[in-house]
């Protein structure tokens, strides 16, 4: 679905933030992008949204799919209620879908608070709204960076559960950017590991999706793949 090939891009300081990065993001995958802080990360992220320009290197969609991008503060408008915020990528294209809206509330369970405003909800429905609102485009690829930093663990193991879930419901494609070795490993298809804008290694968790979460988190396919992670970021510090 997605090529990335010679990735490079400077800011004005002509210091490069990717130099030479190559990945790919396959039909119906999750590949997440780990590494340190400043290593590129959301820089490739926001590259392949079309927010920045690319200093060198070219992107290659398959087609041009439609895109949505979840940032890790939710940044919903405090003056409009859940459902209004959702309809803000129909409102921006100027035709609210309001079935796609009404699909995407009930897909992140937010039907019933359509009408409450965001300092009613939790920091864990206020992310679920930021998902529905992604959603609520009809993307093919979703990117998302850091997108459950900020919640606790409990919230964040139901939150990467409600992303496999819509992966699997609606066929998403998901570039995932986290600081997080076990979120990584749990949501995976493919980690990229990075390290000053290159691609230093690639793990692969085979994880047993037929098994309960608790299961999966527990087996040694996950503890193997923690390790492998935990091992490519420790020679990113060296």
């Not at 990360?41 to 979840?70: D, I, Y």
């Not at 919903?76 to 209004?84: G, H, I, K, Q």
């Not at 919230?155 to 986290?178: A, C, H, P, W, Y």
């Amino acid at each position: 679905m997605l090529r990335a090939d010679d990735l490079t891009f400077a800011y004005e300081s002509a210091v490069f933030i990717l130099d030479g990065l190559s990945f790919q993001l396959a039909e119906g995958e999750v590949v997440s992008l780990l590494g340190p802080s400043g290593c590129g990360k959301s820089t490739a992220l926001r590259l392949a949204a079309g927010l920045l320009e690319l200093t060198g290197g070219n992107f290659e969609w398959q087609s041009t799919p439609e895109l949505a991008f979840v940032f890790q503060d939710p940044a919903l408008m405090p003056w409009a209620t859940v459902a209004e915020n959702v309809q803000l990528p129909g409102q921006l294209k100027g035709k609210i879908d309001r079935e796609a809206v009404h699909e995407a509330l009930d897909a992140v369970g937010l039907s019933a608070m359509d009408d409450r405003f965001p300092a009613q909800l939790s920091g864990g429905q206020r992310m679920r709204a930021s998902v529905a609102r992604a959603l609520a485009a009809n993307p093919k690829v979703l990117l998302m960076d850091e997108p459950f930093a900020a919640l606790d663990e409990m919230l964040r193991f139901q939150m990467n559960e409600l992303l496999l879930d819509l992966k699997n419901q609606r066929g998403l494609s998901i570039l995932f950017v986290t600081h997080s070795l076990y979120e990584a490993a749990y949501l995976s298809d493919r980690v990229l590991v990075m390290d000053r804008g290159q691609i230093r290694g690639e793990v692969t968790p085979d994880l047993d999706r037929s098994a309960s979460a608790q299961d999966q988190r527990t087996s040694a396919a996950f503890t193997s793949a923690v390790v492998a992670i935990g091992a490519l970021m420790a020679e990113t510090s060296q």
